[in-house]
Structure formats: C-alpha cells, structure tokens
C-alpha cells in the first residue's frame, strides 16, 4: 500500500511539472508579466504577426517573446516581439503598435507567411527582465 501512495504522489508531480510548461506568464527579479489573448494579425504584404495583450504587477520589465507559425503540426516560420511595459501597468502588442525603440512590438513572421496559411502558433520562449 505505502509504494501506491508514493507513486501517485509522483505522478501527481509529474501532472504538476507539465502543466507548469503551459504558464503564459513570467516573473524574474521584481516583474511578473503576464500575456493574455494572443491572435493572429494581418499585416502589411498579405504577412502575418501576433498581437496580445501583457500586464505587469512588478517594476518595470523588458519582455521577449518568440513564436511559432505551424501548418500540419511543423514549424514553417518564427516572430518575435519585443517591448517594455511600465510598473504595474499594462501594454498591448502588436505589429501597428511601436516598441520603445520605435519598432513594431510584434515583428511579421518570417519567412513571410500568410496568417491563412498558419494552421496554429505556438510561444517557444517568453522571457522577462527588470529594466
């Protein structure tokens, strides 16, 4: 009876573990972002890039993100997007919307890809820094 009990108490981590992988929010130092309704959006060329909404409950953060397009279940491109948000404020990304450096925050798949030729997207890396 006692290896029962311990081997559901580590499947029970192993469900914890996975489930951990599929957070859409990031804390280092003293920010934590959180990303929320990510969408396709057409852009300029027939292309496609991300747009979303990030909120900030810490200091200041640069926030990194990377996506990927896939068609079938393969990858056929990659996007970033790239911007600051404020302490506890909120910031929404996107292709039309600039960066602080005056870039797009969400930059158009590449190589260019059509959002009706993105079957799904999927984040590969969200990463979070004070700034």
């Known amino acids: 009876m006692r290896y029962l009990v311990g081997g559901a108490a580590i499947a029970g981590m192993a469900v914890v573990l996975l489930a ?13 972002v959180s990303i929320t309704g990510e969408e396709e959006q057409t852009v300029a060329g027939n292309g496609c890039a991300v747009r979303g909404h990030a909120t900030n409950t810490g ?8 996506y990927e397009a896939k068609s079938s279940g393969n990858v056929i491109a990659t996007s970033v997007a790239e911007f600051e948000v404020a302490a506890f404020s909120n910031f929404d990304f996107a292709n039309n919307v600039a960066n602080s450096q005056g870039q797009p925050s ?18 590969r890396d969200l990463d979070v820094e004070a700034s």
């Open 20 to 32: 951990g992988c599929e957070s859409d929010s990031s804390s280092k130092g003293f920010s934590s």
């Open 59 to 66: 200091t200041g953060a640069r926030v990194r993100i990377t």
């Open 106 to 123: 969400s930059g158009a798949f590449v190589p260019p890809v059509s959002c009706a030729a993105i079957d799904d997207f999927d984040r």
